[in-house]
Each structure stands twice: as C-alpha cells, then as structure tokens.
C-alpha cells in the first residue's frame, strides 16, 4: 500500500519541495518568536506535523488510505467473528470460489453466514438502502457471495 504513497511523492518532487520550504519556513519563525525553553519542543512538533501531513496528502492522493481502512475492516471483522468459535462455528477468512470470494465465512451446525465486508468514509442510510447506490452496491456482493456460498 504505501508504495503507492512512495511513487506520488517521487512524482510529485516540487509539492513536495515547497512544503518541506514552507514547513522549514515555519520551523524558522517559530525558532525567532518562541522563548527558548520551549523552542525545540514546537519546532520538532512542527517538522513532524509537516511530514505526517505529507503522508497524508500522498494516502489521500492516491487512495490507499482507503485500502488501508478496508483492511484494518477486515481484520476488526476477522477479530469480532472469533467470539462464534465458542459457539462451535468454524471461521474462514478469503473464502475463494470459482471466480468470486467471501470475505468471510461461518459454519455452524444448523448455519452458514457468508460476510462481506465494506468500508465507506461515509455514514449508510440503513434506514432507506434504496436511496443510498454505495449501500446497494455492498448489499448486491453479500447476496452474490451468500448465494454462491450455498452451493458448496
């Protein structure tokens, strides 16, 4: 993921030049104004505010924050379905079919739960999902695993 995040700072050498400038500036003014007991304090505060900001601006720029997030959902999810081990299911996780996968699968005795998992920036309106085409889109690939699932 974070290659993704190497490849648009190395492409994007000026934005990056002029921020680490105007980090650098910033760092300069605070080195003036500040009283010395607290001076190094901020600027060091500064200069990683300013290099976490720039990862920031490359995850957002290329998206891979996104996969980020969606991974660290798969991994909550993975971490919540093990409480169904002491009810005696069994748990698989990339459940791969002929030309689909499940995220997630539990078998039971009497059940089997197909589980996909999405991530979204933004809140679903699970009260009217036909108004809302990212929740559809979501509830369309659960149905598709669920449905491809049973036939195993």
């Not at 080195?31 to 300013?50: C, S, T």
């Amino acid at each position: 993921m974070h290659e993704a995040q190497f490849t648009f700072l190395r492409m994007n050498v000026r934005v990056v030049g002029l921020w680490v400038l105007f980090v650098a500036g910033v760092a300069v003014v605070a080195q003036l104004v500040m009283p010395d007991p607290g001076r190094p304090y901020v600027v060091g505060g500064l200069i990683a505010a300013g290099a976490l900001m720039l990862w920031f601006l490359a995850g957002a720029a290329t998206g891979s924050w996104n996969c980020w997030m969606g991974a660290l959902a798969e991994q909550h999810t993975h971490d919540d379905l093990k409480a169904l081990r002491r009810r005696g299911f069994a748990v698989f996780d990339s459940v791969l079919g002929d030309g689909f996968d499940v995220d997630h699968v539990a078998i039971g005795a009497e059940h089997v739960f197909a589980i996909e998992v999405k991530w979204s920036t933004r809140r679903w309106d699970v009260e009217r999902p036909e108004r809302d085409p990212t929740l559809q889109t979501a509830l369309y690939a659960a149905r598709r695993g669920a449905k491809r699932i049973r036939v195993y």
